[in-house]
């Protein structure tokens, strides 16, 4: 008994050092001519391997969920992640006329940092360049506490 309790806590412990970590972030795409676009990132890290999607123009004629992929370097901090795929789209716009962000943060550190923002690049599915700005997002959790925080006062 001793023994499968024991071999039972190894594989366990084992198991949840490979577990995905999820993260949700919600805010904001602030594209160079100031316009803003609300954007929702959702991610799965697992191993330095990043996966999950986009929401953009949440509940706006434009709304499209897009698949990414990326990694991340937990010693150097640094998140990578592109669109690489539309899921759906509201959108009157051909998918070849969808504008792919892709995005670093030199400075993140995954599930400490409350904040994710920087500069993102645009890119049409042919790598040629589109619209370009930032973005401007918080997890999910900080966004819905400052929410309650509001609605309380």
């Keep these: 008994m001793k023994n499968s309790l024991l071999l039972f806590f190894i594989l366990f412990c084992f198991l949840f050092s490979f ?16 316009s803003l676009i609300s954007l929702t990132v959702k991610l799965q890290e ?5 996966s999950g999607y986009t ?13 990414i ?5 937990l010693e150097n901090k ?8 539309t899921i759906y789209t509201k959108s009157y716009f051909s998918e070849d006329d969808l504008c792919y962000i892709n995005f670093t ?3 993140y550190r995954l599930g400490k940092s409350s904040k994710l923002k920087g500069k993102f690049k645009g890119l049409f599915p042919d790598k040629t360049e589109c ?3 930032e973005i401007l997002l918080t997890t999910k959790e900080k966004q819905l506490k ?3 925080r509001q609605i309380n006062l």
């Design 46 to 50: 697992t191993n330095g391997k990043i």
């Design 55 to 67: 929401l953009t123009d949440v509940g706006g004629e434009h709304e499209t969920k897009s698949s």
């Design 146 to 148: 400052k929410y309650r």
């Design 78 to 85: 640094i998140l990578r992640f592109r669109e690489v795929e």
């Design 105 to 107: 943060s030199n400075a």
């Design 19 to 34: 577990a995905q970590q999820n993260y949700e972030y919600v805010g904001f795409i602030k594209l160079n001519d100031s």
């Design 131 to 133: 619209i370009n700005g």
């Design 69 to 73: 992929i990326g990694t991340y370097d």
